[in-house]
């Protein structure tokens, strides 16, 4: 093999191991609807939307082996996966009385355990997937910064290499592909056809919820009617650089 065709295998190699780093799978296009405008740290990549507050967004799920994947599920403030999504297993709570009650992430004695209250309303690193799974550089997207994210961006429905999801496309011509999720309520899948992403946001008015991504078809918003032992999937964030 002569100098200049060992060059040429050399650059190769190299591209190869490029477009392998990530939680896109190395024979799918790895653009996610930005024409290959991504960046990447620790191994996940994030795009930039050019969104007020400079926050950047991963490209695909915790969990995730590619962009269309929707990932692991969670339950609100837990770190790992588990086969039963409900109250008796959640971490946070306390069966008392016929209750469940909550011992983390209580503003409101009548919810707490024993009257517990810490005020706590946004995740801590030690209860953030994002942060858990993937290190510190990387955190849960709050309430506010999900909301940022679809009042400044299109929402269209597609589908993407065979996934069904939303396209979030920001006025600088980057995107972002949210696949369907639906969420897991016990042991069982549901709502399949709908993007559900918790935020790191304690619905304080409920306490027993937390802020929650939902769209179906085109209609992108935050609800917090999903209780925190249900099963939802989770898109990381980071700060601008």
Request: net charge negative.
């Amino acid at each position: 093999m002569n100098k200049s065709i060992k060059a040429i295998v050399a650059v190769m190699l190299t591209v190869v191991a490029v477009v392998v780093i990530g939680c896109h799978k190395p024979d799918e296009p790895n653009n996610g609807g930005n024409n290959g405008n991504n960046d990447t740290i620790e191994e996940y990549e994030y795009v930039d939307l050019g969104l007020p507050s400079g926050t950047l967004w991963a490209t695909c799920n915790v969990g995730a082996d590619s962009i269309e994947d929707p990932g692991d599920y969670f339950a609100w403030g837990e770190t790992v996966t588990k086969e039963l999504y409900d109250w008796k297993s959640y971490k946070y709570s306390a069966y008392v009385d016929g209750r469940y009650l909550l011992n983390k992430y209580c503003t409101n004695p009548f919810c707490g355990y024993d009257g517990f209250v810490d005020n706590l309303t946004v995740l801590e690193p030690g209860d953030d997937v994002a942060t858990a799974n993937w290190g510190e550089n990387w955190r849960m997207a709050t309430g506010d910064e999900w909301r940022e994210l679809y009042q400044n961006t299109t929402c269209e429905l597609t589908t993407q290499n065979g996934a069904l999801g939303r396209l979030l496309t920001s006025w600088n011509g980057n995107s972002i592909f949210l696949p369907a999720t639906g969420f897991y309520m016990d042991n069982e899948l549901i709502c399949t056809n709908l993007d559900l992403y918790w935020t790191s946001s304690l619905q304080t008015d409920s306490q027993v919820s937390a802020w929650s991504f939902h769209s179906d078809w085109d209609n992108c918003h935050v609800c917090g009617t999903y209780e925190r032992c249900l099963g939802l999937c989770v898109r990381a964030v980071r700060a601008c650089q």
